[in-house]
C-alpha cells in the first residue's frame, strides 16, 4: 500500500497554485482535451480534490476520486460543496492498487503525480486497465528517471535520494520502463509529451524559495511541527536541479484501453 503521507490541506493548496501555476492548468487542459460532459471520470490519487474539482468545475462532467487518506477525503468534499460542484463528485478512500470498483467503471481515469506513490506502478495499471470500459483512455502526468538507475553517478544517486526521502514516494522507474509497462498490461497508442522544459523556470524559482525556508523548517522541525519538514524543503530543493541536469523528465503520458 502507498505510504500514508500528506500535507495540511492549506498548504496543499498553495504548493499547488506556486509550484503548478499556470503549468498546473495547462496540463488539466490537456487532460480536459480527453474528457467529455458524459464521461465518467476516475482521478486515481486525488489528494484534497484540485484535480477533479477542475474538471468539475470546466467540464461538466462527473468524477469520482479516491486516495487512502480520510483526512484528504473529508477536506475534498468540503471543497467540492464550497466551489458549487459536489452534485458531480465524489471522493472516497480506496487503494488505487486494488480498488471495490467493478469491471468496465470509466470512461477515463487520470493520475496526476499519484502513482509515484505507488508500491507496484504496474499493478496499478493492471488495476486501471481492468476498471476502464474498452475504448477508453488514460493519461498519467508525473515524472522518471530520464536515463538508466545504473548509470546515474554519485552526485546525481545523492539528488535521487534527498527528493525520494522528502517527498516520501518510492524510487522512480525510468520514463522506458514506465511505458513497457503500459505495454504490458494491454494499453495500445502510448504518446508521451515531455513537459520538463515548461516546468524548469518555475521549478528554480522554487528552489531558492526552499532554500529561504529551510532554516525555518529546522527550527519548527525542532518543536515538532510535520507542516514544513525539512526532509520535503530539501527536497524542493534539489528538484531543480534533478530536472534541470537531465536526471529527471516531467511529463504526460496518454493511453487507449483497447
Known amino acids: 500500500m502507498a505510504a500514508i503521507w500528506y500535507w495540511h490541506p492549506y498548504l496543499h493548496r498553495v504548493a499547488t497554485r506556486l509550484v503548478h501555476g499556470r503549468h498546473y492548468a495547462a ?3 490537456r487532460v480536459a482535451a ?12 486525488c489528494g484534497y480534490g484540485t484535480t477533479a474539482i477542475w474538471l468539475a468545475k470546466n467540464v461538466g462532467c462527473r468524477v469520482v476520486g479516491i486516495t487512502i487518506s480520510k483526512k484528504q477525503i473529508s477536506e475534498a468534499k468540503k471543497e467540492a460543496e464550497k466551489q458549487g460542484v459536489g452534485h458531480l463528485t465524489d471522493f472516497l478512500v480506496m ?9 468496465n467503471s470509466f470512461n477515463v481515469v487520470i493520475a496526476i503525480e499519484s502513482i509515484c506513490h505507488a508500491t507496484n ?9 481492468r476498471i476502464l470500459k474498452p475504448n477508453s483512455r488514460l493519461a498519467i502526468a508525473d515524472g522518471y528517471f530520464a536515463k538508466s538507475k545504473s548509470l546515474l553517478s554519485p552526485r546525481e544517486q545523492e539528488v535521487a535520494k534527498i527528493c525520494f526521502e522528502g517527498v516520501r514516494v518510492p524510487p522512480l522507474p525510468e520514463r522506458q520502463e514506465f511505458e513497457g509497462w ?6 495500445t497508442e502510448i504518446t508521451w509529451y515531455d513537459k520538463t522544459e515548461s516546468i524548469l523556470k518555475i521549478s528554480k524559482k522554487i528552489s531558492g524559495l526552499a532554500k529561504m525556508i529551510l532554516p525555518i523548517s529546522k527550527i519548527l522541525g525542532f518543536f515538532g ?9 530539501k527536497a524542493f530543493i534539489n528538484q531543480y536541479y534533478a530536472w534541470r541536469d537531465g536526471l529527471g523528465v516531467y511529463g504526460i503520458f496518454c493511453a487507449r484501453r483497447p
Open 27 to 29: 496540463r488539466l487542459r
Open 34 to 45: 480527453l474528457i467529455g460532459k458524459d464521461s465518467s471520470v476516475l482521478d486515481l490519487g
Open 95 to 103: 487503494d488505487f492498487h486494488k480498488t471495490n470498483f467493478s469491471k
Open 225 to 233: 511541527a510535520r507542516s514544513l519538514d525539512a526532509s520535503h524543503v
Open 121 to 129: 506502478k504496474s499493478e496499478v495499471l493492471k488495476e486501471i486497465h
Open 182 to 187: 503500459l505495454k504490458e498490461n494491454g494499453f
